[in-house]
């Protein structure tokens, strides 16, 4: 596997010849997944104008419902409801889809929904795995579709302002990031196997994972701690600072990468760690470092959650909270410079970053002019990968070592083999999209 931007290029097509929806057109959209992060789907798409909310699909009837009700509350008009996402990417009439459902369904749903010829705005982490992520943006490429990441904090006019002033060297030389997320998650307990439920296609929401039974713990939520669905929360919310920490470092894809850990703090039937540091360092020794902690801990910096970036002069430090960055210099306590959401004219903070992103995402498909996305599929896929590449160090227990110019694992194939999924039929992502 290669993943460097030529390759990427060289599966695409001219920008001149990108599909495009004209800018008084209706852009019919399909909601794939109608778990709890779609209800900010629905919420933000029906605030925008010339969207129309077509479809939703899930493998689980109650929530198809659940969501059809809310639209039909909101906008006057009930969306079809589907259990397979096939059938919406059959319907010709629908323009793009937004992808909410499970992890591990990711990539391969926004595979299927280029080849059908429909725009995508997928969650984060974009994938589950480093391979269906490559083919994910070559699909993006090949079909000359928009494909947008739900790295939301992308679309947030004051961290656009806040990096363009770090690479200015407002810090000096920066020598690290370090990326934190503290949110304490209680035990899972342990539930047995049992016939899923009527309503729920147990066979779709397995998708491409291995075949297993269902339980309790899988469905609707705690699927995030199981590593055949989800990433930890490196993956969940960790991804989203990673995100910020390597926009703001201009990088792509690390040479080392540690990760140690556990899950701590009780025995349940979660597999995946729920404390986590992981440290990815890239040639010339920098280093971009994340910390997850799920158990009772104290703040840093008086953050839970965001990211600090350390220079040869000072540091700056996000309060996402009040939607700003803050700049402490040479040992100051007081902050200046200061980049807030507060000075822009569309004060768009952290609560409002969803709505911006999806509004960016229609303006491109309006436009066919894929350089206008504020989150193209490559970029939220390097994130993903950073994600991915923790984990496998972390599974592994040891360092692993990539080629920073294709992201490709050297000097190990059992963690090599790790960055392919072996998929059930006939859910396999294709060799060629």
């Known amino acids: 596997m290669s993943w460097t931007r030529r390759d990427f290029v060289a599966a695409g097509i001219a920008a001149g010849s990108l599909a495009r929806a004209g800018a008084n057109d209706r852009i019919r959209v399909g909601i794939i997944g109608n778990g709890g992060r779609s209800r900010d789907h629905i919420a933000e798409l029906t605030r925008i104008p010339g969207v129309e909310i077509a479809a939703v699909a899930d493998p689980d009837d109650t929530l198809t419902m659940e969501k059809s009700a809310a639209i039909d509350k909101l906008t006057g008009h009930a969306p079809s409801r589907q259990r397979d996402l096939r059938r919406i990417l059959d319907d010709k009439n629908i323009d793009a889809v937004t992808i909410a459902c499970c992890n591990h369904w990711h990539a391969l749903a926004a595979i299927w929904a280029l080849q059908a010829g429909k725009h995508v705005y997928v969650e984060k982490p974009v994938c589950h795995d480093l391979f269906s992520g490559m083919q994910m943006v070559a699909a993006s490429r090949r079909y000359g579709r928009m494909a947008q990441g739900g790295t939301q904090r992308r679309s947030n006019e004051y961290i656009r302002r806040a990096f363009r002033a770090l690479r200015d060297g407002v810090i000096g030389d920066v020598y690290m990031a370090r990326c934190i997320h503290f949110q304490d998650r209680p035990s899972l307990g342990f539930r047995q196997p049992q016939a899923p439920p009527s309503t729920l296609d147990w066979d779709l929401w397995l998708g491409p994972a291995r075949q297993q039974e269902y339980h309790a713990n899988l469905h609707p939520y705690n699927w995030h701690w199981f590593w055949d669905f989800g ?28 990760s140690t850990g556990g899950r701590f703090g009780y025995h349940d039937q979660g597999q995946t760690p729920n404390t986590q540091l992981t440290t990815y360092q890239f040639e010339d020794g920098v280093q971009l470092v994340v910390e997850i902690r799920n158990r009772y801990t104290n703040r840093e910096q008086d953050l839970s959650s965001g990211v600090i970036f350390y220079g040869s002069k000072g540091y700056m430090i996000s309060e996402h909270d009040r939607g700003c960055y803050e700049v402490y210099l040479e040992g100051s306590k007081t902050p200046g410079p200061v980049y807030s959401a507060a000075d822009d004219p569309e004060r768009i903070d952290d609560r409002k970053s969803t709505g911006a992103h999806f509004r960016n995402f229609f303006s491109a498909v309006r436009s066919g002019n894929r350089e206008s996305l504020n989150a193209d599929i490559e970029e939220t896929f390097l994130s993903t990968g950073y994600c991915l590449l923790g984990n496998i160090a972390f599974r592994r227990g040891h360092e692993i070592r990539v080629d920073p110019a294709t992201g490709n694992i050297t000097g190990d194939a059992e963690a090599a083999r790790m960055a392919r999924d072996v998929c059930r039929k006939p859910f396999t992502v294709p060799d060629r999209v």
Do not use: M, Y
């Not at 490196?234 to 926009?247: E, M, Q, S, T, Y």
């Open 231 to 258: 990433n930890g929360e490196l993956g969940n919310n960790g991804v989203h600072f990673i995100d910020l920490a390597r926009w703001g470092l201009n990088r792509r894809w690390p040479s080392k990468i540690t």
